[in-house]
T-cell receptor, first 114, second 111 residues
Framework: DTAVSQTPKYLVTQMGNDKSIKCEQN?????MYWYKQDSKKFLKIMFS???????INETVPNRFSPKSPDKAHLNLHINSLELGDSAVYFC?????????????FGPGTRLTVL | DAKTTQPNSMESNEEEPVHLPCNHS???????IHWYRQLPSQGPEYVIH???SNVNNRMASLAIAEDRKSSTLILHRATLRDAAVYYC????????????FGKGITLSVRP
């Protein structure tokens, strides 16, 4: 059973389009995250939700809008895609958001903007 | 967040122990030390974490210096599957604590 799943695995699209990436976790966790890993392999947190409430919002363009319909899902919608949005996006979850909680990551979604 | 310093890369032989060092001289008294790894084309995977005492789990051991300014991740018997980028991360104590990934150390395992 996949603990943290993401769809799609690959996403190729044109500049200016709007796209969504979905994430689901079946671990019963209350906290979910989105990370971006760029071409240089740097992995940075974008957002975090705890019990459907936004708790971490890094300096991310307004074109990125996370939505958490329930504790098991955290989707990422991106408007007006730009070339620089090309990256691998990872979803993660944890039980709690404290410094000792381990995070479980999904397999990633590779987004390519042409 | 306090920073960590790791070598860029390390090589090891299969079935031998591996010691991956991490320096964190500006660690504060309540920062947790976390290790994650990322296998090729996969998401990061939790390995181990600790605060002051050495820790063991099924994957690895974490040895923390007495002054907490450095730590070492120990893989007791490296396998080919352990080839990955290993990240040493400090997490500030408290709620809403972030994982801030650095460059990590790339471990290669020779058969």
């Amino acid at each position: 059973d996949t603990a943290v799943s993401q769809t799609p695995k690959y996403l190729v699209t044109q500049m200016g389009n709007d796209k969504s990436i979905k994430c689901e976790q079946n671990l019963g966790h209350d906290t979910m995250y989105w990370y971006k890993q760029d071409s240089k392999k740097f992995l940075k947190i974008m957002f975090s939700y705890n019990n459907k409430e936004l708790i971490i919002n890094e300096t991310v363009p307004n074109r990125f809008s996370p939505k958490s319909p329930d504790k098991a899902h955290l989707n990422l919608h991106i408007n007006s895609l730009e070339l620089g949005d090309s990256a691998v996006y990872f979803c993660a979850s944890s039980q709690g958001s404290s410094s000792y909680n381990e995070q479980f990551f999904g397999p990633g979604t590779r987004l390519t903007v042409l | 967040d306090a920073k960590t310093t790791q070598p860029n890369s390390m090589e090891s032989n299969e079935e031998e122990p591996v010691h991956l060092p991490c320096n964190h001289s500006t660690i504060s008294g309540t920062d947790y030390i976390h290790w994650y790894r990322q296998l090729p084309s996969q998401g990061p995977e939790y390995v181990i974490h600790g605060l002051t005492s050495n820790v063991n789990n099924r994957m690895a051991s974490l040895a923390i210096a007495e002054d907490r300014k450095s730590s070492t991740l120990i893989l007791h018997r490296a396998t080919l599957r352990d080839a990955a980028v290993y990240y040493c991360i400090l997490r500030v104590t408290g709620a809403n604590s972030k994982l801030t990934f650095g460059k990590g150390i790339t471990l290669s395992v020779r058969p």
